[in-house]
């Protein structure tokens, strides 16, 4: 399926690693220029020469998204060359943290790290969209915004946050051409959570081998009905399709990208 994707940009915030990678790597890949973000200017550097390597276009913007002074070096560079079709607003810290550790001050910083965030690539790219009339905000949020767990609730709130600014977007969009829409993973195996399961695995009596791990840890942590962690690519592909001019018709959706983790009808 041609995606009818070339030629257009995006911003693809925190692909310096993680989903944001693998988001940069597949929206190149459908032929979109890519800047590649991140803090850490070698990681993010390398990522966007992989892309190249691959045949893709990719530029670099560095900042860190807490700060305006952050976000308007981000801005800055990603247009420095062209305008910004595609936003999306991925980038995102998560500390394991129980309600006694997690501070105020936790709270707040984890706030404007993963919200304020998005707002601040949303109020400085949303309005050149509006002007060429078309454009796509992609906000990533995730399955504990529904129903969180007990764990780090400074997190789980901040993609309640998500899902609900979004789709507040999506109704002050309305008619512009311009869309905004949330793709919900599920626990996706990123580098750091597979460390994590291998580390907690002998305790947890998971077994030996990344497959006996996987499962023991599927089972006793995210049951669904797949039986496995999603990957990085399949968020990806949920970004690209909402990316896409094929998606002209989708506004303030949310698309579970889980294995049926979330048990809601809607
Ligand atoms: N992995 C999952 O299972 C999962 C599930 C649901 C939702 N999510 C969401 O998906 C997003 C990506 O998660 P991930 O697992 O891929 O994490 P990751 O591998 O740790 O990547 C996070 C990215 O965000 C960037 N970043 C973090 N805070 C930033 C800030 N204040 N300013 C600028 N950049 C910042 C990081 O940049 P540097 O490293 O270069 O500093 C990095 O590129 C997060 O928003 C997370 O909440 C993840």
């Known amino acids: 399926m041609d995606l009818q994707l070339a030629g257009k940009r ?12 693998a988001i940069a790597e597949r929206l190149a890949a459908e032929g979109v220029g890519v800047v590649v973000h991140g803090r850490d200017v070698a990681r993010t550097e390398k990522v966007a020469a992989e892309i190249r390597g691959a045949g893709g276009r990719a530029a670099v913007a560095i900042g860190d998204l807490s700060t305006d002074e952050g976000a308007e070096l981000v801005v800055g560079a990603a247009l420095a060359d062209a305008p910004i079709d595609i936003l999306v607003n991925n980038a995102g810290a998560y500390a394991q943290l129980s309600w006694a550790e997690a501070t105020p001050e936790t709270w707040r910083a984890t706030y404007e790290g993963n919200v304020i965030s998005g707002v601040r690539m949303i109020q400085r790219l949303v309005p050149q969209m509006r002007r060429r009339g078309w454009g796509r905000v992609i906000t990533i949020g995730g399955g504990l915004a529904t129903q969180p767990m ?5 997190y789980n709130a901040t993609l309640a946050a998500r899902h609900n600014l979004a789709v507040s977007l999506a109704r002050e969009l309305k008619d512009t051409g311009v869309t905004s829409n949330v793709v919900a993973p599920g626990a996706i195996l990123v580098d750091h959570v597979k460390e994590l399961l291998t580390g907690i695995a002998p305790a947890r009596g998971w077994g030996e081998t990344w497959e006996e791990i996987e499962r023991g840890a599927v089972r006793d942590t995210i049951p669904n009905d797949t039986g496995r962690f999603g990957r990085p690519e399949e968020i990806a592909a949920a970004v690209a399709y909402l990316s896409s001019p094929l998606a002209d018709y989708v506004s303030g959706a949310n698309l579970r990208v889980d294995g049926g983790t979330i048990r809601n009808v809607a």
Do not use: I, M, R
């Open 150 to 154: 007990a764990s780090h609730p400074q």
């Open 10 to 21: 995006a911003l693809v915030t925190g692909s310096s690693s993680g989903l944001g990678k």
